[in-house]
């Protein structure tokens, strides 16, 4: 079993950044594809970025291109989301996600689950 706890959100004003930690226990994550996801009141659950296992691969929701960075350090057993130039519409619980397919976009493909992270952007 693997357990992800998210940390990292806050309160941030429209242009500012922030930066997701995503720490696993239980067991190494090293070979585990990884992925962020967010959820707005009122709408689905949805993808925004995903890692394979060794970091050499990444992929990112159109929204959020150009924005947001994913990355990990195994030796840590953490990923990470850095968010720059926060925009209101990316207010949302944001969740960490393991153990899926690479590259997958796909919550239900994913087998572990944070707890989320708040992110809320102001004007």
């Known amino acids: 079993q693997v357990q992800l706890v998210e940390s990292g959100g806050g309160l941030v004003q429209v242009g500012g950044s922030l930066r997701l930690s995503c720490a696993a226990s239980g067991r190494a994550v090293s070979f585990l594809n990884m992925g962020w996801f967010r959820q707005a009141p009122g709408k689905e659950r949805e993808f925004v970025a995903a890692?394979?296992?060794?970091?050499?691969?990444?992929d990112y929701a159109d929204s959020v291109k150009g924005r947001f960075t994913i990355s990990r350090d195994n030796n840590k057993n953490t990923v990470y989301l850095q968010m720059n130039s926060l925009k209101p519409e990316d207010t949302a619980v944001y969740y960490c996600?393991?153990?899926?397919?690479?590259?997958?976009?796909?919550?239900?493909?994913?087998?572990?689950w944070g707890p989320g992270t708040q992110v809320t952007v102001t004007v």
């Open positions: 996600a393991g153990d899926g397919p690479r590259g997958s976009t796909s919550a239900p493909t994913y087998n572990y």
């Open positions: 890692i394979n296992w060794s970091g050499r691969r990444s």
